[in-house]
């Protein structure tokens, strides 16, 4: 009983640290697509399928907080329905967060967001700008498909107060994007990015490696090109095979055949070469941006600090507690073992490194107690390095960058 005791208060101690932030994110989900592609096992849905028609009880409206999940019983119907309930979840959390915080940062993911009509979109943030105060310079982020923007709506955006935008390109590579399932061609992307850049002067484009396909010189390529368009932000994901997904089922089945590991790593390091060269600041393990134009709100998943996801299958992380399609927690204190192997995972994938004094403010200990044996055999073995003027932060080497889920699997088993 008393351990019980003890683990609660370390739980409510480590909530108070979790709440030193007065400023939020915000990530609002958008769930429609055109057509879902062959990796993709995001929550999303193509328009017009079947499956969103209505919810539950007959278009029933959110009906706040305190009725549970808002989206659980309910499918996300039309779009015009889906934005009515989400703007009444906006309205809610204002009324449970205006005063305590600010908004520092605003993502629009899906899904694609810029597939439904924009001014549901704009309509969104101008309801979410009516329920909060913005901090100055607030980054407000739009994920958008090349094949889903024109001149018109990305005006439109930027004139509602987006501020950023992230292009869902993936390759410049036509055999590569008809493999993945992609709806724009080469040609197209190139030309979303030229006009994104008239109305933005943050744009990001997303790139993936380790495609059916792809070689070495086909992934250079699209990296040339990003670059050569001016962009001011690149992330460049490997593919994941996701159960349930076109892609895992025809690897499974052996119709699918992807580039090797070797392969897969020398795409990685030719990228870290080519957007160094380019002027990219490499800051998290798929991530490099001009100096400036990090990701404010990916920067506060990868920091813990707090944020607010709005609309179906959206997360949250607030004073220390995830929680998920509501706008408060349950009410459980936070799982300290939980938080301690998220702060690795997150702070961990930043260029910099882990900041093992923030650990020991937020959980009241130090790193080297909670992980110090797999610390010292990881750094023995050029996995991890101490960086920062004091040897205060736990970083990646360049080897460990190889084998970064490998190397924080075997620092989480000594939670």
Known sequence: MEENKSRFKIAQDGADAFARSSKLGIYIHVPYCVRKCR????????????????????????????????????????????????????????????????????????????????????????????????????EISLEANPGTVSAESLAAYRAAGFNRISLGVQSFDDRVLGIMGRIHSSAEAEEAVILARKSFSNVNVDLMMGVPGQTLRSWEDSLRRAIELGVQHISFYSLQLEEGTPFFEDYRAGRLELPDWEENRAMYRRALEMLKDGGYRHYEVSNAARPGFECAHNLRYWTMEPYLGLGMAAHSFIDGVRFSESVRPDGAAPDVSELKGDFVFTQLRLIDGLNTELYKKLFGCGFEEDFGEALEELIAEGMLRRSGPDGERIAFTAE?????????????EEL
């Open 39 to 138: 990796y993709c096992d995001f929550v999303s849905f193509p328009m017009g399928d079947g499956e969103l028609a209505g919810c539950a009880g007959g278009n029933a409206p959110y009906r706040g907080a305190g009725a549970g999940k808002a989206w659980a019983s309910c499918p996300a119907g039309s779009p015009e329905d889906y934005f009515a309930r989400l703007g009444q979840q906006i309205d809610e959390a204002g009324r449970l967060y205006s005063e305590r915080f600010s908004i520092g940062s605003v993502f629009f993911g899906g899904g694609t967001p810029s597939a439904v009509d924009p001014s549901l979109v704009c309509g969104a943030l101008a309801r979410l700008k009516d329920a909060f105060d913005f901090e100055e310079g607030a």
């Open 400 to 412: 460990g960058l190889d084998r970064t889920n490998p190397v924080m699997e075997r620092l989480l």
